[in-house]
């Protein structure tokens, strides 16, 4: 059964902090590793991770992927109270048209 | 900013009762999928939809359960006969090719009372 297991599952910081969200994946035909944001209805696409080693960017935000070890990370630099919002992995898994298969979500709540 | 769109937005059905929800694709793209989220839980894949059929479904998705894309541009999931336990939040998502991003809508909340 495919499997990915986000940590923590939840976690509170100041304005200002840095985080680093975890994710890790075991997956059968395994295409992409994704991450979302889930405010309050929809997962807004963030990064979408195919290859080992290479860091997508985008402002404070930033992802890796290693495919050896089945991880990857979130880190979100100088957090800012509009960044609070459960982050969801997920990884694109299976033959045909990938669905993706996701972990439980990280809550993230940034105090001013 | 293309995206997808979703109705209604909040929804409440006796057991029992037939419901249609409704998506709207981004317009050119190819994959269309069915997600679920009950309250508390994380999203499940329901069913994936290409080339005008199913391509792939998970055990959640029974025979209660139909899409439909009627007219090119509408996606609709069915559940025949609701239960308590399909209450949650439904999404529906689009890709345009096989490696990309899935685009999600803001979901319908299904209540079953």
């Known amino acids: 059964e495919d499997k990915v297991v986000q940590s923590p599952l939840s976690l509170v910081v100041h304005e200002g902090d840095t985080v680093t969200l975890n994710c890790s994946y075991e997956?059968?035909?395994?295409?992409?590793l994704l991450w979302y944001k889930q405010e309050k209805k929809a997962p807004t696409f963030l990064f979408m991770l195919?290859?080992?080693?290479i860091e997508k960017k985008s402002g404070r935000l930033s992802s890796i992927l290693d495919k050896k070890e089945l991880f990857s990370i979130l880190n979100i630099t100088a957090t800012q109270t509009g960044d609070s919002a459960v982050y969801l992995c997920?990884?694109?898994?299976?033959?045909?048209?990938?669905?993706?298969?996701f972990g439980k979500g990280t809550k993230l709540s940034v105090i001013p | 900013e293309p995206e997808v769109t979703q109705t209604p937005s909040h929804q409440v059905t006796q057991m029992g009762q037939e419901v249609i929800l409704r998506c709207v694709p981004i317009?050119?793209?190819?994959?269309f999928y069915w997600y679920r989220q009950i309250l508390g839980q994380k999203v499940e894949f329901l069913v994936s939809?290409?080339?005008?059929?199913?391509?792939?479904k998970s055990e959640i998705f029974d025979d209660q359960f139909s899409v439909e894309r009627p007219d090119g541009s509408n996606f609709t999931l069915k559940i025949r006969s609701t239960k308590l336990e399909d209450s949650a939040m439904y999404f529906c998502?689009?890709?345009?090719?096989?490696?990309?991003?899935?685009?999600f809508g803001q979901g319908t909340r299904l209540t079953v009372v």
């Open positions: 998502a689009s890709r345009a090719q096989i490696d990309t991003e899935a685009f």
């Open positions: 997956v059968t035909n395994f295409r992409s």
């Open positions: 195919t290859s080992s080693g």
């Open positions: 997920a990884s694109y898994s299976g033959a045909g048209s990938y669905q993706l298969t």
């Open positions: 317009s050119n793209h190819l994959y």
């Open positions: 939809f290409y080339n005008n059929e199913i391509s792939e």
